[in-house]
């Protein structure tokens, strides 16, 4: 078992009798030589760590370029004096998702899933559920590894790089790995979780990675946020029985290829999109001079 | 097949798994392999390292690993007034090297007694590193493994020498590399294991015949 494809795993979950993160957490035990409760035991410690990613939030910091942080307090506020748009579980959904991303780009501690740029999707799904006591630790976890087992296939069929496959890679991987995942909790098939997979991918195919100075921050931070709507809307619509009609690993090799595809300036070198605009270029201008300042006065 | 905890994970601090968590290990390994503390550091950066690393803070993860820090340590941030108080100093500028990956640092390092290292290594990607070159010598190794590495003359039987202490402890060779600058001058071997080698067994490898020496890197531990 080598979590190649995500028939395979559909196909170890029907013969074995087993739900889907069971298979992903047996290859893990066989791949690294390891016990049942230590493989447990290390996703534990991922899930605590996304945790105490959301409860040591401040506010107050800021990234490196200045322009990132603050903005998931603003959303918290909000929601404290308004009736959203989204309700109470999506707006919650959207202040933690860009909680974790800032947090990330000041240098907090974060846990990469699959990628430190898109760190906060898939906590920004599942600690508003946790935090509201829908779920429990032990259910968290399972689906942990249903998002691993995901990221796993996507990794190997495609690509989870936003310098290989842009950002559809990045923020679209995550997206996936969140739909599966939030599927899983509410007791969704193997194959429902498929379907989940399926449709928060193909609703990002394509998706550019322009970081603005070629750094984490713009827009990285934001589209945590569309990752993390998409991904409740395809876990949505796939436990309301709505069925992706591309198969999945068919989804997944077709990210794969627009990735490969995508001309270099959308991957993750800061040539295109939002990076080449005239702001994206003010910005990048500005942090050069004050890197030669520095080096400068290092000397 | 991809570790899932390569999927989900590293626990890192920000905001670059390849500029930031990768960096930090770069500097850790340069640490290990001196096999002390160093007090000066003169650090290189290539490429991507040279153009976003301030942005990313490559500069400061980088001097973080020198002073032993792993990629998960709230330190990271601090790392030029921790050096400061620990008495590290360091230097940093742009180096061009040809055909190396974008992401790649070359570490000079020296300890308080004195022993020197020189280390090229870059960040491949999602907090994985690979170390190119150590004192001049070609090489390759990741940490991903316990990783041996030997500096000998280069003379014949060496590496027949070297492997017989590992495997009469039982020691399981996963890749191997043997390089050398030039011939008859100073050669490299490099053994990644999986498992760990006994300190008496580094030792013994230390006093063989022609062995100028032996440093040892140890799997971070899960
Ligand atoms: S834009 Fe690029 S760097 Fe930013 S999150 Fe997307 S893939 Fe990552």
């Given at each position: 078992m080598a979590l190649d494809s995500m028939e395979e795993i559909f196909d170890k979950a029907r013969t074995e009798q087993k739900p889907f993160w069971q298979v992903v957490r047996d290859t893990d035990v066989e791949e690294r030589q390891v016990t049942a409760e230590a493989s447990f035991e290390k996703m534990r410690a991922a899930w605590r760590a996304m945790l105490e990613s959301v409860d040591t939030y401040r506010a107050e910091r800021r990234s490196v370029s200045g322009l990132v942080g603050g903005?998931?307090?603003?959303?918290?506020?909000?929601?404290?004096?308004?009736?959203?748009?989204?309700?109470?579980?999506?707006?919650?959904?959207?202040?933690?998702?860009?909680?974790?991303?800032?947090?990330?780009?000041?240098?907090?501690?974060i846990v990469a899933a699959p990628t430190a740029g898109s760190c906060g999707v898939l906590p920004a799904v599942l600690v508003p559920l946790f935090r509201r006591g829908s779920v429990d630790e032990r259910q968290i976890v399972q689906a942990l590894y249903v998002a691993a087992g995901i990221g796993a296939v996507i990794g190997y069929r495609a690509s989870i790089s936003g310098a290989a496959g842009g950002c559809q890679a990045e923020i679209g991987s995550a997206a996936a790995m969140a739909a599966g995942a939030l599927t899983a909790l509410r007791g969704g098939t193997a194959e429902q979780i498929g379907h989940a997979v399926a449709m928060a991918l193909k609703n990002l195919m394509g998706l550019v990675c322009d970081p603005v100075a070629g750094l984490v921050e713009i827009p990285c931070?934001?589209?945590?946020?569309?990752?993390?709507?998409?991904?409740?809307s395809a876990a949505d619509m796939a436990l309301a029985g709505i069925e992706s009609r591309v198969p999945v690993?068919?989804?997944?090799?077709?990210?794969?290829d627009v990735g490969r595809r995508l001309p270099v300036e959308f991957r993750e070198t800061a040539l295109?999109?939002?990076?080449a605009t005239p702001f994206g270029q003010s910005v990048r201008e500005r942090l050069e001079?004050?890197?030669?300042?520095t080096a400068g006065a290092a000397e | 097949m991809l570790d899932i905890f390569e999927i989900l994970g590293p626990v890192m601090v920000g905001p670059s798994s390849s500029h930031t968590a990768g960096a930090v290990r770069i500097g850790r390994m340069a640490r290990t392999l001196l096999g002390a503390a160093p007090v000066r550091a003169d650090i290189g950066l290539h490429g991507s390292f040279a153009d976003t690393g301030q942005g990313h803070g490559t500069d400061r993860a980088l001097v973080?690993?020198?002073?032993?820090?792993?990629?998960?340590?709230?330190?990271?941030?601090?790392?030029?007034?921790?050096?400061?108080?620990?008495?590290?100093e360091f230097r940093f500028h742009t180096v061009r090297l040809r055909d190396a990956h974008p992401n790649t640092a070359v570490l000079a390092v020296e300890s308080a007694a004195g022993?020197?290292?020189?280390?090229?290594?870059a960040s491949t990607g999602g907090g994985r590193i690979r170390v190119n070159r150590l004192d001049g010598v070609e090489v390759s190794f990741t940490g991903n493994f316990n990783t041996l590495v030997v500096r000998h003359q280069d003379v014949a039987?060496?590496?027949?020498?070297?492997?017989?202490?590992?495997?009469?402890?039982?020691?399981?060779?996963?890749?191997?590399?043997?390089?050398?600058?030039?011939?008859?001058?100073?050669?490299?071997?490099?053994?990644?294991?999986?498992?760990?080698?006994?300190?008496?067994?580094?030792?013994r490898i230390r006093t063989l015949y022609g062995v100028l020496g032996v440093t040892y890197y140890e799997k971070e531990e899960d």
């Open positions: 903005d998931a307090q603003k959303m918290w506020d909000y929601a404290a004096r308004a009736e959203s748009f989204c309700g109470p579980y999506l707006q919650e959904v959207i202040a933690t998702a860009l909680c974790v991303a800032e947090s990330n780009a000041c240098m907090n501690r931070v934001k589209r945590n946020v569309i990752g993390a709507v998409d991904a409740v690993d068919q989804v997944i090799d077709c990210m794969g295109g999109g939002l990076a001079k004050t890197r030669q300042t | 973080a690993g020198l002073l032993g820090m792993k990629p998960d340590d709230l330190g990271i941030p601090e790392s030029f007034a921790i050096a400061a108080n620990q008495g590290l022993r020197k290292l020189v280390l090229q290594a039987g060496e590496l027949a020498r070297i492997l017989n202490e590992l495997s009469v402890c039982g020691v399981n060779i996963a890749n191997m590399s043997l390089c050398r600058d030039r011939r008859g001058g100073a050669a490299m071997t490099v053994a990644e294991t999986d498992q760990r080698i006994p300190r008496e067994v580094l030792a």
